[in-house]
């Protein structure tokens, strides 16, 4: 969540579902307990994780870059009957938030969280995929990408975040990281393996189909 809360995300977040308990709980708890709060997702872009994973109902979910599991326990709300969601964490120092969290969620059973570096994870899981919500180092966006295309099941969903890097790329910021962030923007647009959609949402969430 770190970008500018413009009036329109005001608007939109206090016309939007608002949260569960847990969710309260979890948001209470990350600024409690993590140096950096505001990498957790939030309350408007956790809805519209929730919203997409009802969508799809998918039977099998991987994200990379648990946190403190907001996006997790909103991404699970989803799951199809029997589904699964596996969550990767590279951090053990946030184990004992992340896990606790993620116990209280309804969809406890069905959740898995694994701590270690999902570059190192990923190539040993088996593909089939429904959905995958991209939120590690945005440095590895890269790599995690062709791994995630790889995970996919054909017409699964990837959801990458944190694409319009805080305003920087429009305003033409020459910053390393802001034009890594540039040329995987321009890498997943030439993909002839996917279709996607730039959501000027949040801190711009890049929606990816695979074909
Ligand atoms: C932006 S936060 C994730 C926020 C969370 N998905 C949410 O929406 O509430 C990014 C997280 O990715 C983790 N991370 C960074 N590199 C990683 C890697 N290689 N493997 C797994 N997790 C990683 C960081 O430790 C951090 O907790």
Redesign the pocket.
């Known amino acids: 969540m770190k970008y500018p809360i413009d009036p329109t995300h005001q608007y939109c977040s206090a016309h939007s579902s608002p949260n569960s308990l847990l969710l309260e709980r979890i948001e209470k708890n990350t600024f409690l307990y993590t140096i950096d709060p505001f990498?957790?997702?939030g309350h408007l872009?956790?809805r519209i994780l929730a919203m997409f994973s009802k969508m799809i109902q998918p039977k099998r979910i991987l994200?990379?870059?648990?946190?403190?599991?907001?996006?997790?326990v909103c991404l699970a709300e989803g799951l199809a009957e029997g589904g699964t969601l596996l969550s990767?964490?590279?951090?053990p120092e946030?184990e004992f938030l992340n896990k606790e969290h993620i116990e209280a969620s309804p969809k406890a059973a069905q959740i898995e969280l694994i701590i270690?570096?999902?570059?190192e994870?990923m190539p040993s899981l088996e593909s089939g995929f429904d959905l995958i919500?991209l939120?590690?180092?945005k440095r590895?966006y890269e790599d995690y990408y062709e791994q995630g295309i790889r995970l996919l099941r054909s017409g699964g969903y990837l959801i990458i975040?944190?694409v319009l890097w805080k305003g920087k790329i429009i305003a033409g910021d020459q910053d390393p990281r802001t034009r890594a962030m540039e040329e995987f923007n321009i890498l997943v647009l030439h993909d002839e393996r996917v279709e996607n959609v730039v959501l000027p949402l949040c801190d711009g969430m890049q929606i990816v189909r695979k074909i």
């Open positions: 990498n957790y997702s872009q956790g994200e990379v870059g648990t946190f403190t599991g907001y996006a997790t990767i964490e590279i951090n946030i270690g570096d999902a570059f994870i919500f939120d590690g180092a590895q975040d944190n």
